[in-house]
């Protein structure tokens, strides 16, 4: 399947979730982020993601827990 395919069929997922978590009683539903296996690297115990996607997962977590209205501030890396 070429990547633009999964990259709709990951939009149309985050699309149907969205309503799903809504009525579940979420207040806040941030946007979905998708990432291709290539991107992502687990070896002993251990795993990396591409730059692209850390900076992307950064913003993510910055959003949601700005939504939360939790600690903004960056976390030290782990180990």
């Known amino acids: 399947m070429?990547?633009?395919a999964?990259?709709?069929?990951?939009?149309a997922i985050d699309h149907a979730l969205r309503p799903v978590v809504s009525s579940m009683g979420?207040?806040?539903a941030v946007q979905g982020m998708f990432s291709l296996d290539r991107d992502i690297a687990a070896e002993g115990g251990?795993?990396?993601?591409a730059?692209?996607?850390a900076l992307a997962l950064e913003r993510f977590t910055d959003q949601?827990?700005?939504g939360l209205g939790?600690?903004?501030e960056r976390l030290p890396a782990a180990g």
């Open 46 to 49: 251990m795993s990396s993601v």
């Open 51 to 53: 730059p692209p996607v």
């Open 2 to 4: 070429p990547p633009e």
């Open 70 to 72: 939790g600690r903004t």
């Open 6 to 11: 999964l990259l709709g069929a990951g939009v």
């Open 64 to 66: 949601l827990s700005a």
């Open 26 to 28: 979420a207040a806040h």
